[in-house]
């Protein structure tokens, strides 16, 4: 299959081969995290890798979303850092950037991701700070399990027009 735009072809790929992801790659999805745009150029982030699979598990058990985790060979977890912030309750919205940053990277380098929210769910940052240690000013955000594919999904149109709106809100046709 020819590589398309990495934007209109990112698909939530939840199964994965057991072939490793490298620290090279890992780098380039962490990387792409980090230049994720940010308010007042706050960067309130923080990014727990997770490769041990006992860790994994147990992170695959903190929601009925989360059980894909137990079988990609990494999982990233995306922390908001409150006590980073210049720019108040603009964390979420970074942490929400650099979450998609590291999915459209996953698909430019041909791996498979998916993001599964773990905020704003109180039990599950609570569950999550529990299992990584993570200080109280640090909430868990999100959790990106990234591996290589084992599911090939197609790009899909998701445009629609009844969602545009010109100069002045309208009605929806239909």
Same mark, same amino acid.
């Given at each position: 299959?020819?590589?398309?735009?990495?934007? $209109?072809?990112?698909?939530?790929?939840?199964?994965?081969?057991?072939?490793?992801?490298?620290?090279?790659?890992?780098?380039?999805?962490?990387?792409?995290?980090?230049?994720?745009?940010?308010?007042?150029?706050?960067?309130?982030?923080?990014?727990?890798?997770?490769?041990?699979?006992?860790?994994?598990?147990?992170?695959?058990?903190?929601?009925? &979303?989360?059980?894909?985790?137990?079988?990609?060979?990494?999982?990233?977890?995306?922390?908001?850092?409150?006590?980073?912030?210049?720019?108040?309750?603009?964390?979420?919205?970074?942490?929400?950037?650099?979450?998609?940053?590291?999915? $459209?990277?996953?698909?430019?380098?041909?791996?498979?991701?998916?993001?599964?929210?773990? &905020?704003?769910?109180?039990?599950?940052?609570?569950?999550?700070?529990?299992?990584?240690?993570?200080?109280?000013?640090?909430?868990?955000?999100?959790?990106?399990?990234?591996?290589?594919?084992?599911?090939?999904?197609?790009?899909?149109?998701?445009?629609?027009?009844?969602?545009?709106? &010109?100069?002045?809100?309208?009605?929806?046709?239909?």
């Amino acid at each position: 299959m020819p590589r398309t735009d990495p934007i $209109l072809s990112r698909r939530s790929i939840r199964r994965f081969t057991h072939e490793k992801v490298d620290e090279a790659q890992v780098r380039a999805l962490l990387s792409a995290g980090m230049c994720a745009p940010s308010a007042d150029d706050e960067r309130p982030w923080h990014f727990v890798v997770v490769t041990d699979p006992s860790i994994r598990l147990t992170l695959s058990q903190v929601s009925a &979303y989360t059980y894909v985790v137990k079988d990609s060979p990494v999982a990233i977890l995306v922390c908001g850092d409150e006590s980073l912030q210049k720019q108040h309750g603009c964390w979420m919205l970074d942490c929400s950037a650099a979450t998609e940053n590291i999915l $459209l990277e996953a698909n430019l380098i041909g791996l498979g991701a998916v993001w599964l929210g773990i &905020y704003p769910v109180e039990g599950r940052i609570q569950k999550v700070r529990l299992v990584t240690g993570a200080p109280q000013h640090v909430v868990p955000f999100s959790i990106v399990a990234v591996g290589h594919p084992a599911e090939r999904k197609y790009p899909i149109s998701r445009y629609d027009e009844c969602r545009v709106h &010109y100069e002045q809100w309208k009605k929806s046709q239909g």
